[in-house]
């Protein structure tokens, strides 16, 4: 980020002026008596007034003009495009352009506070493809679904073009895997991102259109959730750009998650979007990529074939392969299917195996609920949750101050994401409430107890929320919410109950029809 100097634009136009450098000038001599006679001399004429000195000029320069739209500028965090959103923070850059947190100045929200959007300044090699941005952007904006982040509009400024859309705190998947997850997330904890961004690309799908460009970076994970973003933006980048050669990483393409078709440049296909689909899986499940990083037309070459990730059922394994075929035509042709295949409550096609399947599930259920461990009482979650903190040597004054700090914001953050419910502030992101609480945990026994019952609020409020969507037979959504709680809390035997009856009553999807 370059700052911006009090008082300074970061879009001015400086112009420096240099003077003109003028020949000397000779001056005449008065004449105060004639000279001696010479030969053929002609008698001299009457002197000119001396011309003035010149003054410097400034030089020459076109009429100075506000600058358009494609001025090319690089914005800097302070910048205020189109005389409405400033740019607050620098949250990313991409293959696309640099994205910003930003505030917009013609909105505020009823309580008087700002009203943050992102703002993605697009690169100035876009510009020339301006309408066909504007048209995506706009399908964009009609496709209203709960894992696909919202996009506003496309505007420009002296930046360029730019997008608004819809500001969230969370985590890119990619950070997400690598930070926590490195050796592969659990399929128990890892299914409801998968079906969240299974169905972003269902809906947009039927509706007709394509992401193209479907990667980790383009997700964002939100408490137990995820959002999928720049749905056909990087098609148009690729659009009407010079061809590669191979080994030459494509325009608007991260070519490790694309398919052979589209590093071949073939007309985009819903199918292209299931290979990238299956990638995303296998990299949140695995923590790594299923060709080692390799090009899928180099992979292909090569002959490779999908590692099975051990912890997946056969089944499973199957639908991930399926998924990952390298032809387009022998691949799983929609992302439903393979949702379906990964699903482990799948029912099979016949009548008698589901009955069977369904019988042995009750009875595993009342099994385990009889012969399951002893749950934690809330003090005992306390507890355990402070004795480390208690058996630790005493801390230092400046631990103790940022503990009381940290349980402040994690206060505010809980009062702020329980009514509404808000999983954006409670969950485990930096900003959050459960963040600020667990990291005032091993700050000392002098605040643990504190910071302990800020946690056990915490799952408290994903408990109460996944009850009050059980109760409005929102199944799908309680079930995340009282997974989130287990997270937080796992030997809770009041959401490990709720967890069963909300399970008992979400129905599993329908099997595929061959």
Not at 161 to 166: K, N, P
Not at 207 to 234: C, E, M, Q, T, Y
Not at 333 to 360: F, K, M, N, Y
Not at 445 to 457: F, I, K, N, Y
């Amino acid at each position: 980020m370059n700052p911006v100097g009090p008082g300074e634009s970061p879009y001015e136009t400086r112009v420096d002026y240099e003077g003109e450098v003028q020949a000397p000038t000779k001056t005449p001599t008065p004449i105060d008596e004639a000279p001696a006679p010479q030969a053929a001399k002609k008698e001299p004429e009457e002197p000119k007034p001396p011309r003035p000195d010149p003054q410097p000029q400034p030089r020459a320069t076109p009429p100075q003009r506000r600058p358009g739209p494609d001025a090319n500028r690089e914005p800097v965090v302070g910048s205020i495009l189109k005389n409405r959103y400033r740019l607050e923070e620098c949250i990313g850059r991409g293959g696309m352009g640099t994205v910003f947190r930003a505030t917009d100045l013609e909105v505020k929200h009823t309580d008087d506070t700002a009203s943050n959007v992102a703002i993605k300044v697009l690169k100035p090699e876009l510009r020339n493809r301006k309408q066909a941005l504007i048209d995506e952007v706009e399908k964009t904006r009609t496709m209203q679904q709960e894992n696909i982040v919202d996009v506003y509009g496309y505007e420009s400024d002296d930046a360029g073009g730019f997008m608004v859309m819809e500001y969230l705190t969370g985590i890119r998947l990619d950070q997400f895997v690598l930070r926590d997850w490195a050796d592969g997330m659990p399929f128990a904890l890892a299914w409801p991102y998968i079906k969240a961004m299974g169905a972003a690309l269902t809906y947009v799908h039927r509706r007709g259109g394509i992401h193209s460009d479907f990667k980790p970076s383009n997700v964002l994970v939100i408490a137990a959730s995820a959002k999928v973003l720049d749905f056909g933006i990087a098609r148009v980048a690729r659009s009407g750009g010079e061809i590669t050669a191979r080994g030459e990483k494509p325009i608007g393409l991260t070519p490790e998650f694309a398919s052979c078709e589209m590093l071949e440049r073939k007309d985009a296909d819903k199918r292209d979007d299931v290979f990238c689909f299956g990638l995303v899986v296998y990299f949140l499940l695995s923590g790594r990529h299923p060709f080692d990083g390799k090009w899928a037309d180099q992979a292909r070459d090569e002959k490779m074939t999908v590692p099975p990730i051990r912890a997946l059922s056969k089944r499973q394994r199957a639908a991930l392969k399926h998924a990952l075929a390298f032809d387009r035509f022998e691949r799983a042709p929609s992302i439903s299917e393979v949702l379906q295949g990964l699903d482990a409550r799948t029912p099979p096609p016949w009548g008698l195996w589901a009955a069977l399947g369904s019988a042995v599930i009750a009875a595993g259920v009342l099994g385990y609920l009889y012969v399951r461990p002893t749950p934690d009482s809330p003090d005992q979650f306390l507890a355990n949750l402070c004795r480390n903190g208690s058996d630790s040597p005493a801390n230092s004054p400046a631990d103790s101050e940022t503990a009381a700090v940290l349980i402040q914001q994690g206060g505010a953050y809980l009062r702020s994401g329980e009514n509404p419910f808000n999983p954006g502030v409670l969950s485990e992101n930096v900003s959050s409430a459960l963040g600020a609480f667990q990291a005032a945990l091993p700050l000392g026994s002098a605040h643990c107890a504190e910071a302990a019952r800020g946690v056990l609020g915490v799952a408290t409020a994903y408990k109460n929320e996944a009850r009050r969507l059980y109760a409005a037979h929102d199944y799908p959504r309680a079930e995340q919410m009282a997974q989130i709680a287990l997270r937080i809390w796992p030997d809770s035997g009041e959401t490990q109950t709720l967890l069963y009856k909300i399970m008992a009553r979400s129905p599993p999807p329908t099997a595929v029809q061959r």
